[in-house]
């Protein structure tokens, strides 16, 4: 798996931190607030799309709505942002793996679809910036995933070639980015997407219950 890799570059919620339970929750509370339904197809709907992207999904579908999409993006950090400081951990394992990457030379990223202050929030509040070469929301690109954008943009701020990262995700639209990137992807098991693991096996390279099969060989090469 690390075989000629010179940066690893990880998606943040559900794969390097177990936050996908925020998400849902958010939701919740502002949907009850202003007395929304959600669509069925919600979930998969806004699967990879930045924090902007989805802030217009929710202004374009709920017609009911009166704000502007920086109203619902303010909204939406009030609510996270502390819950992300003070209630998100890593996965299983990602500490030990990360100072491993530190120690082998192994340059580091993050590939995230959220927004920068939550980002910078849950990466500060456990201690995890200090691992990091570079950090990138799919805000700052022209396109959020599944387009590649950004995580050939860390692998360009960390001067690596695509084909020598290596990407850790935990959803499909994630997935195909990565390797829409260029990049070898490994998929990473999360409760959040549990239904769609034949799925992620399928687009990935490699699939890993936690970050201790990693540092065990015992990871599934898919």
């Known amino acids: 798996m690390l075989t000629g890799k010179k940066a690893v570059i990880f998606d943040m919620d559900g794969s390097l ?20 339904t959600a669509p069925d197809t919600f979930h998969r709907d806004i699967e990879g799309m930045s924090y902007v992207e989805t802030a217009q999904y929710f202004v374009d579908t709920f017609t009911t709505l009166n704000q502007t ?22 996965k299983a394992g990602a500490v030990e793996f990360l100072d491993l ?31 990091f070469d570079s950090v990138r929301t799919s805000s700052e690109v022209a396109a959020g995933k599944p ?17 020598n990262c290596l990407v850790f995700e935990d959803v499909i639209n994630g997935i195909l980015a990565g390797k829409n990137a260029g990049m070898e992807v490994c998929a990473v098991a999360d409760d959040f997407t549990k239904a ?27």
């Open 101 to 131: 990457m530190k120690q082998n030379g192994i340059r580091l990223g993050i590939a995230t679809s959220n927004d920068r202050e939550i980002a910078e929030a849950a990466l500060n509040g456990r201690g995890l910036t200090k691992y």
């Open 147 to 163: 387009a590649p954008d950004v995580y050939l943009k860390v692998a360009d701020d960390m001067n690596v070639d695509p084909k």
């Open 69 to 90: 999409v920086e109203d619902v993006m303010q909204e939406w950090r009030d609510i996270t942002v502390e819950l992300y400081a003070t209630k998100v951990f890593p």
């Open 17 to 36: 931190v177990d936050s996908m339970w925020i998400w849902p929750e958010v939701d919740r509370i502002y949907m009850d607030k202003y007395h929304l």
């Open 196 to 222: 769609d693991e034949a799925e992620k096996k399928a687009a990935a390279d490699y699939f890993i219950r936690d970050f201790f099969d990693v540092l065990k060989n015992t990871y599934e090469r898919c």
